[in-house]
T-cell receptor, first 114, second 118 residues
Framework: LAKTTQPISMDSYEGQEVNITCSHNNIATNDYITWYQQFPSQGPRFIIQ???TKVTNEVASLFIPADRKSSTLSLPRVSLSDTAVYYC???????????????FGAGTQVVVTP | NAGVTQTPKFRVLKTGQSMTLLCAQD?????MYWYRQDPGMGLRLIHYSVGEGTTAKGEVPDGYNVSRLKKQNFLLGLESAAPSQTSVYFC?????FGRGEGGNQPQHFGDGTRLSIL
């Protein structure tokens, strides 16, 4: 089961780009990398998922190097409403993989100030 | 379309009491999950279900039981509550792996049940 390591917290100002790096040194061949966002008193919300290289959607970008031992979530031009906890997950794509034991970890608390 | 609904939202129990948390989803998802979230520990998977009538253990299953009698409902039971089970419980659901181009299907979460056991 791939363990993930993220910074505990990050601070940023409005309008800046925030990059959160997640380490997952023992990622398995079938594992995907998924990021979730959680606001206080709410359940987590899916942001983005990738397997290799770069993935971009309307909310964020995910950069994955060739060795896949880490990944970076990039939030462009953050606003106050981006203040939340961000979780990096690594898990298999099939039931026979590590999916059944997906771990959210403690996540990264991002605080955006004016 | 309500998504994932959890009831109750708050509950206080005494040690040894039993209760059931209800999760309902209206997205026709095959998979459903129960997590607990404790301060500084993120979410931990308790049990999950890949379809009606089937359940499986997650990372921290001890002290909990689950049932999935209907596709849209996933129940989490505490037979004899203990203070260590004080936590925020989240239910989630997702499509099965057969959809899309691979990878884990996004999980849709409810807003949680805050449970305190005295």
């Amino acid at each position: 089961l791939a363990k993930t390591t993220q910074p505990i917290s990050m601070d940023s100002y409005e309008g800046q780009e925030v990059n959160i790096t997640c380490s997952h040194n023992n990622i398995a061949t079938n594992d995907y990398i998924t990021w979730y966002q959680q606001f206080p008193s709410q359940g987590p919300r899916f942001i983005i998922q990738g397997y290799k290289t770069k993935v971009t959607n309307e909310v964020a970008s995910l950069f994955i190097p060739a060795d896949r031992k880490s990944s970076t979530l990039s939030l462009p031009r953050v606003s106050l409403s981006d203040t939340a906890v961000y979780y990096c997950l690594v898990g298999g794509s099939r039931l026979t993989d590590s999916w059944g034991k997906l771990q959210f970890g403690a996540g990264t608390q991002v605080v955006v100030t004016p | 379309n309500a998504g994932v609904t959890q009831t109750p939202k708050f509950r206080v129990l005494k040690t040894g009491q039993s209760m059931t948390l209800l999760c309902a989803q209206d997205m026709n998802h095959e998979y459903m999950y129960w997590y607990r979230q404790d301060p500084g520990m993120g979410l931990r998977l308790i049990h999950y279900s890949v379809g009606e009538g089937t359940t499986a253990k997650g990372e921290v299953p001890d002290g909990y039981n689950v049932s999935r009698l209907k596709k849209q409902n996933f129940l989490l039971g505490l037979e004899s509550a203990a203070p260590s089970q004080t936590s925020v419980y989240f239910c989630a659901s997702s499509y099965s792996f057969g959809r899309g181009e691979g990878g884990n299907q996004p999980q849709h979460f409810g807003d949680g049940t805050r449970l305190s056991i005295l």
